[in-house]
Nanobody
Framework: QVQLVESGGGLVQSGGSLRLSCEVS????????VGWFRQAPGRAREGVSF???????RYSASAKGRFTISRNDAKTTVYLQMNGLKPEDTALYYC????????????????WGQGTQVTVSS
């Protein structure tokens, strides 16, 4: 059974930092891309950052330079370090996994976590 469990969200002031975690079980991360997506009220779900099985990373324009995706050595947890947070980063953040290469389209992702709320106050 595949499970993805996010944690680490919370309320932070503008300019602050948070580290999100996505604990993954039931799949081998060497074969999967794990992506972080976010969805704000009234907006479409958007891709933020992606980590492919070979360790290649990719970032959205809004995340580049502020966010860092990584995983632990055991390849069981994927992290999203978010620095310089802005009010527009406020959203429900999800991690998701798909077999193969990164893709911005959330419809391509087979496995999803339940989400963790990030709220950035101005």
């Amino acid at each position: 059974q595949v499970q993805l469990v996010e944690s680490g969200g919370g309320l932070v002031q503008s300019g602050g930092s948070l580290r999100l975690s996505c604990e993954v079980s039931g799949i081998i991360l060497d074969d999967y891309t794990v992506g972080w997506f976010r969805q704000a009220p009234g907006r479409a779900r958007e891709g933020v950052s992606f980590l492919s099985g070979d360790g290649t990373t990719r970032y959205s324009a809004s995340a580049k330079g502020r966010f860092t995706i990584s995983r632990n050595d055991a390849k069981t947890t994927v992290y999203l370090q978010m620095n310089g947070l802005k009010p527009e980063d406020t959203a429900l953040y999800y991690c998701a996994a798909q077999w193969g290469a990164p893709d911005d389209d959330p419809r391509r992702y087979e496995f999803w976590g339940q989400g963790t709320q990030v709220t950035v106050s101005s």
